[in-house]
């Protein structure tokens, strides 16, 4: 009984083998790892990669992103999933979501991306053929109006954007002068000034100070007269108390001296 004790302890034990599953084969069943080892091989595996072609450089396997499926649509606006009278905003909103959404699939995110840059291109070139559309309509409209239709649009012209708001400001600086000061007296100072101005503006066009003195003054006249003809018909309860009849007459010609040394030539 000793004799086989001693062999038995003297025999060498079996070298446990691991299994395909991170489990030891020892002889009478199968022992699971401890945790701690499990987890060392589950972290070489992932590091390196096992030979996988999906794992780029920084160790990052692109077979778990997310793919977009309608990534290989044409219609960049069936991409998107957005109407075709959407707005810029709404389309926007949707590239957003979609990126967010399919990051890190390197194709996915070229074509949500594309779709976007398609969209926005053709709504920027159907606004500028629809300006110069509508710039040709008018310019049609012109030529084929009557004669003395062309000859009174000849005396008119469109400055640029700085002039325009450099004259506006002006006048609308003398308007608030006459409304800020008229409890105290009438706005006959502030005409005078307005009308110098208007006078000194058409003459840097027209390079003929008798002419524009001339047309200057025939302007204030004919503001002066549609203005008069146009402050009766106004709701008293919408004029303030303060306001008199000559000061809203005032400033309709204010508007007409404006417009008159603005677009005139």
């Given at each position: 009984m000793q004799a086989t004790a001693a062999s038995f302890l003297a025999r060498p034990l079996p070298w446990?083998?691991?299994?395909?599953?991170?489990a030891v084969e020892v002889r009478g069943g199968v022992s699971p790892l401890p945790p701690r080892l499990r987890a060392v091989r589950c972290s070489m595996s992932l590091s390196i990669g096992a030979g996988s072609s999906d794992i780029g450089d920084s160790g990052f396997s692109y077979q778990y992103a997310p793919v977009f499926r309608r990534y290989r649509e044409r219609d960049p606006y069936?991409?998107?999933?957005?109407?075709?009278?959407?707005?810029e905003e709404e389309i926007?909103?949707?590239?957003?979501?979609?990126v967010q959404q399919y990051a890190g699939h390197e194709a996915s995110e070229e074509a949500i991306e594309g779709a976007?840059?398609?969209?926005?291109?053709?709504?920027?070139?159907?606004?500028?053929?629809?300006?110069?559309?509508?710039k040709t309509k008018l310019l049609k409209r012109v030529e084929e109006s009557p004669s003395w239709?062309?000859?009174?649009?000849g005396y008119f012209e469109v400055p640029s954007m700085d002039i325009i708001s450099k004259r506006l400001f002006f006048f609308a600086f003398i308007a608030g002068w006459s409304i800020a000061t008229s409890a105290e007296n009438g706005p006959a100072f502030q005409l005078a000034i307005s009308l110098f101005s208007c006078i000194y503006f058409l003459n840097d066009k027209m390079k003929n100070l008798l002419r524009a003195s001339t047309t200057g003054f025939g302007v204030l006249v004919g503001g002066w007269i549609v203005g008069s003809m146009l402050v009766p018909l106004i709701p008293t309860f919408i004029i303030p108390p303060t306001w008199s009849l000559e000061l809203l007459t005032s400033l309709v010609a204010y508007v007409f001296l404006f417009l008159g040394s603005t677009y005139l030539k």
């Open positions: 446990p083998r691991r299994s395909a599953y991170g069936k991409l998107l999933g957005v109407d075709r009278d959407a707005s926007r909103s949707a590239k957003d979501f979609l976007y840059e398609k969209i926005i291109m053709k709504s920027y070139q159907h606004r500028k053929k629809t300006k110069i559309n509508l239709v062309k000859a009174f649009l």
